[in-house]
């Protein structure tokens, strides 16, 4: 699944779009006060995959766990939840949502199977407990539901749909975004670019060490603190963006809002020039920051700061903007 083709799906289960559903993934009107009997099945699969193998998990509905152990081998725990009407329905669900698990040389595929089809008399939701060698790159893949990622030096993406993403202490990661919840990323790294966003919820993280980012969301605030890019990109349509990180020579940073302050903290010692500007807001420079003006107005300010060489624009149409120290 794409990330385009998981945010449509993300609309069409908020009741923005209607297609045809697909069995188990989400339960008919009816069935949320109807479906009172549960069965639960429970698998623990063992893949030899090697110390820097690689593992892909796709998912309907479920919350997807993964963390690092000391074997060389994965772990990976399968639990099936299904709900009907009946015992005999849920049971159904479990005959029809299948999880698939292909394994080859160094690679492994593991995806939840529900198959097409109208009002279905159950729903099915898969959860995947994952303890893999610190090494695994892995690609996580969700309609709705959790995702959460923690040790891992491999690749790492993570994307859904529907839930939050909290990835932690990752070395390598690509990309972690979510449709609908939260991002949250702490004491992460990338050896290119790191993109993290969500439509509507807010991003947060705090560790972060890329060439470049890519930060943003459409409603929702973006804090980031600690980090460490030679350009970073930092957008919001509605919400509040924080950013401090240290300041490359010669670097790059847009941080921009239309409804929302931005605050910028420039850490280290590397020069910059300034280019800031606000339609309905005030532009707040910290005394202490060295700015020498180039151009000064209410509503927008270009200056330098020690040798200028890298470049900060921060822009909102209503809110102000800050530099701090």
Not at 197 to 224: F, K, P, Q, S, Y
Request: glycine fraction near 10%; proline fraction near 2%.
């Amino acid at each position: 699944m794409t990330w385009r083709m998981l945010t449509a799906a993300a609309m069409v289960l908020a009741g923005v779009a209607g297609t045809a559903p697909v069995a188990g993934a989400q339960e008919a009107p009816r069935g949320r006060q109807a479906f009172r009997a549960e069965v639960t099945d429970r698998e623990v699969r063992s893949l030899s995959l090697g110390a820097d193998g690689m593992l892909a998990l796709s998912n309907m509905v479920g919350d997807i766990t993964v963390r690092t152990g000391e074997s060389r081998d994965i772990r990976l725990e399968i639990r099936r939840v299904s709900r009907g009407a009946t015992e005999a329905d849920a049971r159904l669900g479990l005959e029809r949502v299948r999880v698939r698990v292909d394994e080859h040389a160094n690679r492994a595929t593991v995806e939840s199977d529900h198959p097409r089809e109208r009002r279905a008399p159950y729903s099915v939701q898969v959860a995947y407990d994952v303890t893999a060698p610190i090494g695994t790159n892995v690609t996580i893949q969700s309609l709705a539901g959790n995702i959460s990622a923690a040790g891992l030096s491999g690749e790492l993406t993570a994307v859904t749909a529907t839930g939050n993403v909290v990835i932690r202490d990752a070395r390598r990661l690509s990309r972690a975004r979510s449709a609908t919840g939260l991002v949250h990323l702490a004491n992460v790294g990338s050896e290119g670019t790191l993109e993290a966003g969500t439509i509507a919820g807010a991003v947060t993280i705090d560790m972060v060490h890329a060439r470049r980012l890519l930060i943003g969301t459409v409603t929702g605030a973006v804090t980031a603190r600690n980090a460490t890019a030679d350009r970073a990109e930092v957008t919001t349509t509605a919400g509040r963006i924080e950013y401090a990180g240290t300041v490359a020579s010669s670097g790059r940073y847009e941080l921009r809002a239309h409804t929302g302050d931005v605050l910028f903290v420039p850490l280290g010692v590397a020069g910059f020039e300034l280019r800031a500007s606000t339609f309905t807001g005030r532009i707040l420079p910290a005394a202490d920051l060295g700015l020498v003006f180039l151009r000064k107005g209410a509503r927008e300010i270009v200056g330098t700061v020690g040798d200028g060489r890298a470049v900060v624009t921060l822009a909102t149409f209503s809110g102000d903007i800050l530099i701090e120290r």
